[in-house]
């Protein structure tokens, strides 16, 4: 049997490049005189936008600080030992770098066995430990304090979770174990599954007090100084911490079917990390430590050489890195400053846009429309808006009188524009109005001022080409909420030139959009994409497959909702007009659907009721469909679905609409919200082997997104 430092010098092998985090030992005298005690503090050495994480050289530095704790306290040198981390960051767990060049079944079960070993040390000392969490603890940050006896926490933290199972794992340095086992079945669901499963959501400092993963909570400022004093409290005995006793019970049994309830509807089966993380808390019941530690292990090595995870870890890497970094975007320098804001519309959308550019920028915007009214109705909508962000304490008064200060709506397009330096159009989706449009800002704006469009589907280059300067006009795709997805779609049209694309970028960066480079074709990306994975449901349906069938077939890809829900928060009207345009393009491959067109005549708004509180066929709606005698099985449909998509990539990547399939993904995750886990598409189709029966190959290169060869 290998030695936990045999294991881990291996890791450490088979990965060169580690940011590695040191464990430096320090002592002091407790106050209240309650002894010496010993303090490690992880730390990389470098400041706070660098998080501490556990490669397998930083796990044996950890090992080896824990010996000479362990060792101070069998000879009764101190009473104590403490972890914490660098300034606003405790640790982030695991080193995803690390993981995705792990090529073997049995390194992958090294880690895990490396992680535990090395945890586990801290809860068998002979003094009692404590884990001070300073700053953002994700992960194996949370599982090393989990070993601990005790734990603090900073009020001031922003970010702390178990977030293996939305990247495709499982908590696995004891997370699925030790958390129920403090805190009880329910609670650690919500922790590991629930939160993972809603897009990762992230628990502040009180949160983690609440739910009593840590057993004191003190201010940021003076954090550790007042749990170094709770601690002294705490081992002279002024200070009894009583935790609650566990349900182990039908209590526990309940939590676990909670737990799958929330991983069918999320994922629908289609993901297996959920599911094992479940299998390991079930198990974690009867309280045997060590059986749950074997048990995520195993998981853990299972799912590392797993597609699910290596998709997952691509999904995050394409959000937190290729996103920050748009492929094809002109040299930043070129950019011009951005002082005042012109928005043409002052509708929902315009009005959600006309607050976004408010609260990021800080600058003056103005809206114009074509009356009164609604010029007041859009003012009014940005005012309520800063009332609200007031009322939860998200801003101060003085930041919401200053922000209503600087928001104004003209009818008047030349007093609005005439000093702008970016206006945006978001008036009704049709060529000729927006050609209008833009002849009269032009007419009006400076010379320098981007002309953007926030079109959807329309040619950027056709609206730009009777004007005198269609170089500054550029697409600015935003997608609907607008505050909550973060893709920018940036269109430039045939004669767009690189300073006004600069600009573009320049923008979406201080909006905090993900901005994706696109050619001008029609619908860009995840329009064009979605239409023609909807086409294919609608084409199928209209053909004679009934409608829960068609819906059904899809719910493996795990999407944020079926395809008819989307319809109906799109609006039917709206899918109707891009799949004309794109019909009007592609002819051979998007079909109008006559039943959509019914619907949308008979001013539906979507395919279901709600009456029972669960989306059933409108009997309206069933009653206007006309559906032809071909029934296809959940089976058929998928595959026809999936090689319709398939095949639009594939052309989509030829005609050069974007840079890679990388972009295509990264698109699709913060434009549709499509899952992590499928890592947008391309890496789904890959391993599900449709991109090969298709396209003749693969999207994306072996170990890109799956196991390396």
Same mark, same amino acid.
């Given at each position: 049997?290998?030695?936990?430092?045999?294991?881990?010098?291996?890791? +450490?092998?088979?990965?060169?490049?580690?940011?590695?985090?040191?464990?430096?030992?320090?002592?002091?005298?407790?106050?209240?005189?309650?002894?010496?005690?010993?303090?490690?503090?992880?730390?990389?050495?470098?400041?706070?936008?660098?998080?501490?994480?556990?490669?397998?050289?930083?796990?044996?530095?950890?090992?080896?600080?824990?010996?000479?704790?362990?060792?101070?306290?069998?000879? @009764?040198?101190?009473?104590?030992?403490?972890?914490?981390?660098?300034?606003?960051?405790?640790? %982030?767990?695991?080193?995803?770098?690390?993981?995705?060049?792990?090529?073997?079944?049995?390194?992958?079960?090294?880690?895990?066995? @490396?992680?535990?070993?090395?945890?586990?040390?801290?809860?068998?000392?002979?003094?009692?430990?404590?884990?001070?969490?300073?700053?953002?603890?994700?992960?194996?940050?949370?599982?090393?304090?989990?070993?601990?006896?005790?734990?603090?926490?900073?009020?001031?933290?922003?970010?702390?979770?178990?977030?293996?199972?939305?990247?495709?794992?499982?908590?696995?340095?004891?997370?699925?174990?030790?958390?129920?086992?403090?805190?009880?079945?329910?609670?650690?669901?919500?922790?590991?599954?629930?939160?993972?499963?809603?897009?990762?959501?992230?628990?502040?400092?009180?949160?983690?007090?609440?739910?009593?993963?840590?057993?004191?909570?003190?201010?940021?400022?003076?954090?550790?100084?007042?749990?170094?004093?709770?601690? =002294?409290?705490?081992?002279? #005995?002024?200070?009894?911490?009583?935790?609650?006793?566990?349900?182990?019970?039908?209590?526990?049994?309940?939590?676990?079917?909670? #737990?799958?309830?929330?991983?069918?509807?999320?994922?629908? @089966?289609?993901?297996?990390?959920?599911?094992?993380?479940?299998?390991?808390?079930?198990?974690?019941?009867?309280? $045997?430590?060590?059986?749950?530690? $074997?048990?995520?292990?195993?998981?853990?090595?299972?799912?590392? !050489?797993?597609?699910?995870? /290596?998709?997952?870890?691509?999904?995050?890497?394409?959000?937190?890195?290729?996103?920050?970094?748009?492929?094809?975007?002109?040299?930043?320098?070129?950019?011009?400053?951005?002082?005042?804001?012109?928005?043409?519309?002052?509708?929902?959308?315009?009005?959600?846009?006309?607050?976004?550019?408010?609260?990021?920028?800080?600058?003056?915007?103005?809206?114009?429309?074509?009356?009164?009214?609604?010029?007041?109705?859009?003012?009014?909508?940005?005012?309520?808006?800063?009332?609200?962000?007031?009322?939860?304490?998200?801003?101060?008064?003085?930041?919401?009188?200053?922000?209503?200060?600087?928001?104004?709506?003209?009818?008047?397009? +030349?007093?609005?524009? =005439?000093? =702008?330096?970016?206006?945006?159009?978001?008036?009704?989706?049709? !060529? #000729?109005?927006?050609?209008?449009?833009?002849?009269?800002?032009?007419?009006?704006?400076?010379?320098?001022?981007?002309?953007?469009?926030?079109?959807?589907?329309?040619?950027?280059?056709? !609206?730009?080409?009777?004007?005198?300067?269609?170089? *500054?006009?550029?697409?600015?795709?935003?997608?609907?909420?607008?505050?909550?997805?973060?893709?920018?779609?940036?269109?430039?049209?045939?004669?767009?030139?690189? +300073?006004?694309?600069?600009?573009?970028?320049?923008?979406?960066?201080?909006?905090?959009?993900?901005?994706?480079? %696109?050619?001008?074709?029609?619908?860009?990306?995840?329009? *064009?994409?979605?239409?023609?994975?909807?086409?294919?449901?609608?084409?199928?349906?209209?053909?004679?497959?009934?409608?829960?069938?068609?819906?059904?077939?899809?719910?493996?890809?795990?999407?944020? !909702?079926?395809?008819?829900?989307?319809?109906?928060?799109?609006?039917?009207?709206?899918?109707?007009?891009?799949?004309?345009?794109?019909?009007?393009?592609?002819?051979? /491959?998007?079909?109008?659907?006559?039943?959509?067109?019914?619907?949308?005549? =008979?001013?539906?708004?979507?395919?279901?009721?709600?009456?029972?509180?669960?989306?059933?066929?409108?009997?309206?709606?069933?009653?206007?469909?006309?559906?032809?005698?071909?029934?296809?099985?959940?089976?058929?449909?998928?595959? *026809?679905?999936?090689?319709?998509?398939?095949?639009?990539?594939?052309?989509?990547?030829?005609? #050069?609409?974007?840079?890679?399939?990388?972009?295509?993904?990264?698109?699709?995750?913060?434009?549709?919200?499509?899952?992590?886990?499928?890592?947008?598409?391309?890496?789904?189709?890959?391993?599900?082997?449709?991109?090969? *029966?298709?396209?003749?190959?693969?999207?994306?290169?072996?170990?890109?997104?799956?196991?390396?060869?």
């Amino acid at each position: 049997m290998s030695t936990t430092a045999e294991l881990l010098k291996g890791a +450490a092998e088979l990965f060169p490049d580690e940011v590695v985090t040191q464990a430096h030992v320090r002592h002091f005298d407790l106050p209240l005189g309650a002894g010496r005690f010993a303090l490690i503090t992880l730390d990389n050495g470098l400041d706070h936008t660098k998080p501490t994480t556990f490669g397998p050289q930083s796990l044996a530095n950890l090992d080896a600080a824990i010996d000479q704790v362990e060792k101070e306290a069998a000879d @009764g040198e101190i009473v104590g030992a403490g972890i914490t981390g660098k300034p606003f960051i405790f640790a %982030v767990g695991a080193d995803l770098k690390g993981v995705e060049l792990l090529k073997q079944h049995d390194h992958a079960l090294a880690i895990g066995k @490396g992680g535990h070993e090395v945890f586990k040390r801290l809860s068998k000392l002979a003094v009692p430990t404590f884990a001070y969490y300073n700053g953002a603890a994700m992960g194996g940050g949370v599982e090393v304090g989990l070993h601990c006896t005790y734990r603090t926490v900073s009020a001031a933290i922003p970010a702390f979770s178990l977030p293996e199972v939305f990247l495709g794992l499982v908590p696995g340095w004891g997370g699925c174990t030790l958390l129920p086992n403090l805190i009880g079945a329910d609670k650690a669901v919500s922790v590991i599954i629930e939160n993972s499963l809603n897009q990762n959501k992230q628990l502040k400092g009180k949160q983690v007090y609440e739910l009593g993963i840590a057993d004191a909570i003190f201010e940021g400022a003076d954090f550790l100084e007042q749990s170094l004093i709770w601690t =002294a409290a705490v081992l002279k #005995g002024e200070i009894e911490v009583e935790r609650p006793v566990i349900d182990r019970g039908e209590a526990w049994d309940q939590a676990v079917a909670k #737990g799958r309830f929330i991983a069918d509807s999320k994922v629908h @089966g289609a993901a297996p990390a959920a599911y094992r993380a479940l299998d390991i808390i079930a198990a974690a019941k009867n309280g $045997d430590l060590q059986q749950g530690y $074997d048990a995520e292990d195993q998981a853990l090595a299972d799912l590392i !050489m797993g597609g699910e995870l /290596r998709a997952g870890i691509y999904a995050f890497n394409l959000v937190q890195k290729r996103g920050k970094r748009p492929a094809g975007a002109p040299d930043k320098n070129l950019a011009r400053p951005v002082t005042k804001v012109g928005v043409v519309g002052a509708g929902l959308m315009a009005s959600q846009l006309a607050l976004l550019f408010l609260r990021r920028l800080e600058v003056p915007v103005v809206l114009t429309d074509i009356d009164q009214e609604r010029v007041d109705k859009g003012v009014g909508y940005v005012h309520a808006e800063i009332d609200k962000l007031l009322g939860k304490g998200r801003i101060n008064q003085d930041k919401a009188n200053r922000l209503k200060a600087l928001v104004s709506g003209v009818l008047d397009k +030349a007093e609005g524009f =005439a000093d =702008a330096d970016f206006v945006i159009e978001a008036v009704f989706e049709e !060529m #000729g109005v927006k050609r209008h449009v833009f002849a009269e800002v032009e007419a009006v704006a400076p010379a320098h001022a981007i002309l953007a469009t926030n079109t959807s589907s329309l040619s950027v280059s056709e !609206m730009a080409s009777k004007l005198k300067h269609p170089e *500054r006009v550029v697409g600015f795709h935003f997608f609907n909420p607008v505050a909550v997805l973060p893709l920018l779609e940036i269109v430039r049209g045939e004669q767009t030139d690189d +300073a006004s694309l600069a600009t573009a970028f320049a923008v979406a960066k201080k909006l905090k959009k993900t901005a994706v480079l %696109v050619k001008d074709a029609p619908a860009f990306v995840v329009n *064009r994409i979605l239409t023609r994975f909807m086409g294919e449901i609608q084409n199928v349906i209209d053909e004679g497959t009934p409608v829960e069938v068609a819906e059904k077939a899809v719910e493996p890809l795990g999407l944020p !909702m079926s395809p008819l829900v989307l319809l109906e928060l799109v609006g039917p009207a709206i899918g109707l007009h891009v799949s004309e345009t794109l019909n009007r393009a592609f002819p051979d /491959r998007f079909t109008v659907s006559p039943n959509l067109k019914a619907v949308v005549e =008979a001013g539906k708004r979507g395919f279901y009721v709600y009456d029972s509180g669960k989306p059933e066929l409108d009997p309206e709606v069933a009653a206007l469909l006309k559906q032809g005698d071909t029934v296809l099985t959940e089976e058929q449909v998928r595959a *026809r679905v999936l090689d319709a998509v398939a095949e639009e990539i594939g052309l989509m990547l030829d005609e #050069g609409v974007v840079a890679e399939a990388q972009d295509i993904d990264l698109c699709l995750i913060t434009g549709a919200g499509w899952p992590f886990h499928l890592g947008g598409i391309t890496p789904y189709l890959d391993r599900e082997g449709v991109s090969e *029966r298709v396209t003749g190959k693969r999207f994306l290169e072996p170990g890109v997104a799956s196991v390396p060869a």
